[in-house]
T-cell receptor
């Protein structure tokens, strides 16, 4: 049973518009969340994180929102650029020093010029 | 820093053969993780080490899989005997104790024919 779900396998967005990638989790003990971006033939790279004590974290064009009651988080990319085209993974862990991150299956984002 | 280094990048082997994947983590990182990526299951944690000690190997699919970390700068993942269903991309990642996410290697694409 998947503890971290990304129900949209793929998403296409026009350049300049907003991309919203969603992630749901089932384990209420998860308290730290990460987003990774992966290009073909490369390893995933860390993008942005959020702790459960916050409901929003921003880094440039990237913002992650966390809704603990709904066990839902989302990644917003504004404005979207063609270079953002990649697979995005959501990951979650529990505990103050949790090392065991559980990854979602990923969403492939295509930003169309 | 050269990042997490994995070898080989590609491996094609015949069913029944032994396969050894190698990983050199980032110097100073004290945790090392082996992940497998498949289309069906996304990124799955196979095993992780903390200070060279295996902490959680519950993700190792079968006894055919084994992993070692003889020192802080080297780890291996071995599959013996290999089977076609082991075909996947295997990622190694390392991190510090703090939860700043992992740094992934570029992966080894394994094909078992």
């Amino acid at each position: 049973d998947q503890q971290v779900k990304q129900n949209s396998p793929s998403l296409s967005v026009q350049e300049g518009r907003i991309s919203i990638l969603n992630c749901d989790y089932t384990n209420s003990m998860f308290d730290y969340f990460l987003w990774y971006k992966k290009y073909p033939a490369e390893g995933p790279t860390f993008l942005i994180s959020i702790s459960s004590i916050k409901d929003k974290n921003e880094d440039g064009r990237f913002t992650v929102f966390l809704n603990k009651s709904a066990k839902h988080l989302s990644l917003h990319i504004v404005p979207s650029q063609p270079g953002d085209s990649a697979v995005y993974f959501c990951a979650a862990s529990e505990g103050d020093y949790g090392q065991n991150f559980v990854f979602g299956p990923g969403t492939r984002l295509s930003v169309l010029p | 820093d050269a990042g997490v280094i994995q070898s080989p990048r590609h491996e094609v082997t015949e069913m029944g053969q032994e396969v050894t994947l190698r990983c050199k983590p980032i110097s100073g990182h004290n945790s090392l993780f082996w992940y497998r990526q498949t289309m069906m299951r996304g990124l799955e944690l196979l095993i992780y080490f903390n200070n060279n000690v295996p902490i959680d190997d519950s993700g190792m699919p079968e006894d055919r899989f084994s992993a070692k970390m003889p020192n802080a700068s080297f780890s291996t993942l071995k599959i013996q005997p290999s089977e076609p269903r082991d075909s996947a991309v295997y990622f190694c990642a390392s991190s510090l104790t703090q939860r700043y996410g992992y740094t992934f290697g570029s992966g080894t694409r394994l094909t078992v024919v």
